[in-house]
């Protein structure tokens, strides 16, 4: 099967967080799984581009092609002419073509022009058609792309969801939105991450980019109340202006003695998820958040909101608490978290194999392929009845 995948950044551009680890996953394992795999690209890296990368260059990375297009708009929105002239002579080579993100010049106008040739094409918005989206980041200018064109482009594609939240949350977009539901790929520790250390205060974990829509303002409000010792260490980034907002906040509420900000972690974040007694994700939406499995797979229980794609999963082997989204329901799910140990001996003796065992790579990768399949299997018969 000849596939390819549409996405505006990629490996190695990792300063994009999650999507561009995952998308770059299940390539990989596509190709082991003996499928020809391209990629169209920018040489985006944030405002910058990537470093020895030249413009329209293809590289073969871990045997899948990735083409680096030069984009002519900057960040965000990533618009590439040179893609387009490309994917337009290239488009029905392809068998699947499967669009990665949503909301920037790159894949929308992809969208346009694989309507305009009518072939057919896969949808992932890895969070980007979420309601609290829509309504929180460029508001009007979604309002008004959304409803002039938008709309009609995710209506001819197939929908790709990483969790039945984000599947949901697409129908209430396109009622009739046709799709399915796979998980992400993710990167686990070969082997258990050994003896968890035992701290002499209660050691909260929050490792992610640090950007609104993770809810930290609301768990900072909860620190002032909790009635046990405590030490918060946030690991990530993100911008400036905005993390020196929650810096100032954390020293209004007296609590700056009692929060670490360490900023990034790569290879050492296992580790450091594996000596925190929890981890915690306060966002008000996620279609899926990695970082969760990450910490469960590290052996520590996690305290998320029902926003966070992976809640199911959390609740139904009780690896961990989910909270409403309040402040008093999260002080309330702070306080069991203290004092639990139940959850706490099942995700460190069961974390790891749970989460091996329900998100393993090559089944997932199978489970892409026979998806892709039955939509090669329904086009063929659509054009016989033709």
């Known amino acids: 099967m000849k ?7 990629y490996q190695p551009a990792i300063c994009y967080g999650g999507t561009t680890v995952v998308v770059s996953l299940l390539a990989e394992e596509l190709a082991k799984l003996n499928h020809e795999v391209d990629v169209y690209t920018t040489t985006a890296n944030g405002k910058n581009e990537l470093p020895d990368i030249k413009p329209n260059e293809t590289k073969v990375l871990n045997h899948v092609r990735v083409t680096y297009f030069k984009r002519i708009t900057g960040d965000h929105t990533h618009f590439s002419p040179a893609m387009l002239k490309t994917l337009f002579k290239t488009a029905r080579q392809f068998d699947i073509i499967h669009l990665h993100s949503w909301w920037n010049l790159f894949n929308i106008s992809a969208a346009t022009l ?32 959304h409803s002039t064109l938008g709309k009609r482009l995710l209506g001819k594609s197939t929908m ?7 599947f949901e949350e697409g129908l209430k977009i396109i009622p009739k939105w046709k799709g399915f539901t796979i998980p992400n790929l993710i990167n686990l520790p070969q082997k258990d991450i050994g003896i968890k250390p035992t701290n002499k205060v209660f050691s909260i974990a929050f490792l992610s980019r640090i950007e609104q829509k993770k809810g930290l303002e609301t768990f900072f409000h909860v620190l002032p109340k909790l009635s ?15 993390v020196a907002q929650l810096r100032n906040k954390v020293q209004s509420l007296l609590v700056s003695d009692k929060v670490n900000w360490i900023g990034w972690l790569n290879e050492e974040k296992f580790n450091f998820l594996a000596k925190a007694d929890l981890f915690i994700l306060p966002s008000h939406n996620e279609n899926f958040a990695v970082v ?6 590290a052996g520590t229980p996690v305290l998320i909101s029902n926003k966070v794609g992976l809640s199911y999963f959390v609740a139904q082997h009780q690896l961990g608490w989910i909270y409403d989204g309040t402040e008093i329901d999260l002080m309330q799910k702070l306080q069991i978290a203290y004092e639990d140990t ?7 003796e069961n974390g790891l194999n749970l989460v091996s065992t329900n998100f393993n790579s090559v089944t997932l990768a199978k489970n892409y392929v026979s998806q892709y399949e039955t939509l090669l299997y329904s086009r063929s018969m659509k054009q016989e009845i033709r």
């Not at 460029?138 to 792309?145: H, S, V, Y």
């Not at 790709?160 to 984000?166: F, K, M, S, V, Y």
């Not at 918060?232 to 993100?238: Q, S």
């Open 3 to 9: 596939i390819l995948f549409i996405i505006p950044s």
């Open 114 to 145: 694989l309507a305009c040739l009518s072939k057919e094409y896969i949808i992932s918005a890895h969070g980007m058609l979420s309601t609290y989206t829509l309504q929180n980041q460029n508001t009007k200018l979604k309002q008004i792309l």
């Open 160 to 166: 790709h969801a990483c969790t039945p939240q984000e």
């Open 228 to 242: 046990f010792d405590y030490q918060l260490t946030i690991a990530g980034d993100g911008e400036i202006n905005y």
């Open 292 to 297: 969760v499995l990450e910490a469960i797979a």
């Open 342 to 348: 139940t959850v706490k001996i099942n995700t460190k």
